[in-house]
Every structure is written in structure tokens, then in C-alpha cells.
């Protein structure tokens, strides 16, 4: 069974960084897209970065220049890189990946990690 498995999330202070990371564990085959995305309360799950299997990224706006995505294809790991931080990155932060697995292909979501950015 593939799961996803995040953690580095907590309270931090704005301007503060934090490290997130998510390890792929199961039987599978091959990982191509990796991502994260988050959730604020009261607010639709949004993209953050995703990053390809060659290592192409893809931001969005708000964590442009702030957020570094990276990803470690050998141990199956994606990881996220946030500097700068302030109070609307607060969220549950979720990490996605595209694996093939014995299953087929399927996207898959880890159980997030809280991430707190206090003012």
C-alpha cells in the first residue's frame, strides 16, 4: 500500500523558515509529479509547488522567491524550503505525488502537516 508521509510542520514566528518534508513508502514502481498544496481555514486546498520527476518546478505567486520545492528521486522524497514566512501561510500543508504502482497510476495525498506562522 503507498502512502505518504509529511512532517517538519510547527509554530514558527513571521519571517522565520521551515523545512517540510514527505517520504513515499509502499510497493510502487515510479513517482512522477510531486507537489504541495495547502489548506487555511475556511479556504479551498491550494497549490503551493509541484515539481517534476527531471526536476522542473512550478510556483504559485504568493511563495514565489520565499518557497524553495526540491526532491530527492533515490529515497522518494519531495521537500519543501519556506523562508520569509508570514501569517497567511499558515495552513495544513499536503503533499501529492503521481506513482505508479502494481495498482496502476494514481495520485495520492499524505495527512498534512500543520504549519502556524505567528505576527
Known amino acids: 500500500q503507498v502512502q505518504l508521509v509529511e512532517s517538519g510542520g510547527g509554530l514558527v514566528q513571521a519571517g522565520g523558515s521551515l523545512r517540510l518534508s514527505c517520504v513515499a513508502s509502499?510497493?510502487?514502481?515510479?513517482?512522477?509529479?510531486m507537489g504541495w498544496y495547502r489548506q487555511a481555514p475556511g479556504k479551498q486546498r491550494e497549490l503551493v509547488a509541484t515539481?517534476?520527476?527531471?526536476?522542473?518546478?512550478n510556483y504559485a505567486d504568493s511563495v514565489k522567491g520565499r518557497f524553495t520545492i526540491s526532491r530527492d528521486n533515490p529515497k522518494s522524497m519531495v521537500f519543501l524550503q519556506m523562508n520569509s514566512l508570514k501569517p497567511e501561510d499558515t495552513a495544513v500543508y499536503y503533499c501529492?505525488?503521481?506513482?505508479?504502482?502494481?495498482?496502476?497510476?494514481?495520485?495520492?495525498w499524505g495527512q498534512g502537516t500543520q504549519v502556524t506562522v505567528s505576527s
Open positions: 509502499g510497493s510502487f514502481f515510479s513517482i512522477n509529479a
Open positions: 515539481i517534476t520527476s527531471d526536476g522542473n518546478t
Open positions: 501529492n505525488a503521481d506513482i505508479w504502482s502494481r495498482q496502476g497510476f494514481a495520485n495520492y
